[in-house]
């Protein structure tokens, strides 16, 4: 069985602009959380998808974004690039609401020149 | 309000000594914990979960954490530490009515021969 799978590995982008970071998640899984790992700062909550809907996200501008798409794969967005936004972005999946495991894919790393 | 302290940033053991990574937490609820390891340039693996069951937790490769209600601790333990152990550590909570995981700053544990 496949597990999470997260494109691309790297991303090398100059302040100002987009990023778009894509995920699916284990087959069966409806929920995808997004986590940003920045040097120094831990795992830090972004976004939680649901069934195609934003159920919660951390305490990041609205600048960051995304979507999950019928077959629940997700895609997270990043605009107006600074270059602390630079990290390891990483995509879990989950069978239903947490409290379960996360299974995480290997993370997209994400560099703001 | 739900969180974690790592108490240790780096542990430093030799090959075949005990592993002790230390975890405190806060939370208002009844919490569910985990202890997730992350190996270079890898995603998150987890390692065991408590769903409040037995207060000793058995995981994988040997390890295994204690839930202490009393002390507020959920500490990672194993009697006897592998080269391939050396990784990053992160104690993770989640409260049963919340909808994401909190993560420790993590541990980096570091075998020598």
């Known amino acids: 069985e496949a597990g999470v799978t997260q494109s691309p590995t790297h991303l090398i982008k100059t302040r100002g602009q987009q990023a778009t970071l894509r995920c699916s998640p284990i087959?069966?899984?409806?929920?995808v959380y997004w986590y940003q790992q920045a040097l120094g700062l831990g795992l830090q909550f972004l976004l939680w998808?649901?069934?195609?809907?934003?159920?919660n996200r951390g305490n990041f501008p609205p600048r960051f974004s995304g979507r999950q798409f019928p077959n629940y794969s997700s895609e997270l967005n990043v605009n107006a690039l600074e270059l602390e936004d630079s990290a390891l972005y990483l995509c879990?999946?989950?069978?239903?609401?947490?409290?379960?495991?996360?299974?995480f894919g290997e993370g997209s790393r994400l560099t703001v020149l | 309000a739900q969180s974690v302290t790592q108490l240790d940033s780096h542990v430093s053991v030799s090959e075949g000594t005990p592993v002790l990574l230390r975890c405190n937490y806060s939370s208002s609820y009844s919490p569910s914990l985990f202890w997730y390891v992350q190996h270079p340039n890898k995603g998150l693996q987890l390692l065991l979960k408590y769903t409040s069951a037995a207060t000793l937790v058995k995981g994988i490769n040997g390890f295994e954490a204690e839930f202490k209600k009393s002390e507020t601790s959920f500490h990672l333990t194993k009697p006897s530490a592998h080269m391939s152990d050396a990784a990053e550590y992160f104690c993770?909570?989640?409260?049963?009515?919340?909808?994401?995981?909190?993560f420790g700053k993590g541990t980096s544990l570091l075998v020598t021969p």
């Open positions: 998808y649901d069934e195609g809907e934003e159920r």
């Open positions: 087959s069966g899984h409806t929920s």
């Open positions: 993770v909570v989640s409260e049963n009515s919340g909808y994401a995981l909190n």
């Open positions: 879990a999946s989950s069978y239903g609401r947490i409290g379960g495991e996360l299974f």
